[in-house]
């Protein structure tokens, strides 16, 4: 039986595995589409930012910060991923 930490890493993994390849397909469908609801419902998107943080230590200062945008298609390969992961027997 897969530990807590285990299962957190393949969730991890999961997500941010089918929000990026999702994203990606989503966009090429947005290309690729002529104009139509369809293609509206494909490409419409959220996105969701954390602000930077910058960190001013005298010799030199860090910022961090990043922006999660996703789609439906992105969202559709979340499950899809998940499931074949549970299909293949990797995640239990």
Request: no cysteine.
């Amino acid at each position: 039986m897969p530990s807590t930490g285990r299962k957190l890493g393949y969730l991890t993994l999961v997500l941010l595995l089918g929000l990026l390849l999702g994203s990606v397909v989503g966009e090429i469908l947005g290309f690729l589409l002529p104009d139509s609801p369809v293609k509206t419902v494909f490409v419409l998107g959220f996105t969701y930012e954390f602000p930077p943080a910058t960190l001013n230590l005298i010799v030199f200062s860090l910022t961090f910060g990043f922006t999660i945008k996703a789609n439906v298609v992105s969202v559709l390969f979340v499950f899809l991923l998940a499931h074949l992961l549970k299909w293949f027997n990797i995640v239990r």
